[in-house]
Nanobody, 126 residues
Framework: QVQLVESGGGLVQAGDSLRLSCVASGRTFSRNVMGWFRQAPGKEREFVAAITGSGRYTLYADSVKGRFTISRDNAENTEYLQMNNLKPEDTAVYYC???????????????????RGQGTQVTVSS
């Protein structure tokens, strides 16, 4: 059974940093795109960042570019999201997604990913 388990969320103040982790089990995603999406209260889930299997190509939403960094450790079957200079508008549940069908053209599309974790809450106070 494939599982994606996120961790690292919490309550922080504006300007602080957090590092989210997502550990995959049940299969390896070392050759697959992995991504992060988030859902704020009352809003639809939105793309945050994604990374190819090799880690050479990354993609970010404009709202987080320059503040967030996505990375991965294929030996550990884990991806990370380093979030710096957090803002209250970053408050959301953050989800880890992965799947063998995602391409560089569909990285922003949630429906392209086959697997999703349960999410971790990030709350940023002003």
């Amino acid at each position: 059974q494939v599982q994606l388990v996120e961790s690292g969320g919490g309550l922080v103040q504006a300007g602080d940093s957090l590092r989210l982790s997502c550990v995959a089990s049940g299969r390896t995603f070392s050759r697959n795109v992995m991504g992060w999406f988030r859902q704020a209260p009352g809003k639809e889930r939105e793309f945050v960042a994604a990374i190819t299997g090799s880690g050479r190509y990354t993609l970010y939403a404009d709202s987080v570019k320059g503040r967030f960094t996505i990375s991965r450790d294929n030996a550990e079957n884990t991806e990370y999201l380093q979030m710096n200079n957090l803002k209250p508008e970053d408050t959301a549940v953050y989800y880890c997604l992965a799947g063998p069908s995602v391409t560089s053209l569909t990285m922003r599309t949630e429906q392209a990913y086959e697997y999703r974790g349960q999410g971790t809450q990030v709350t940023v106070s002003s």
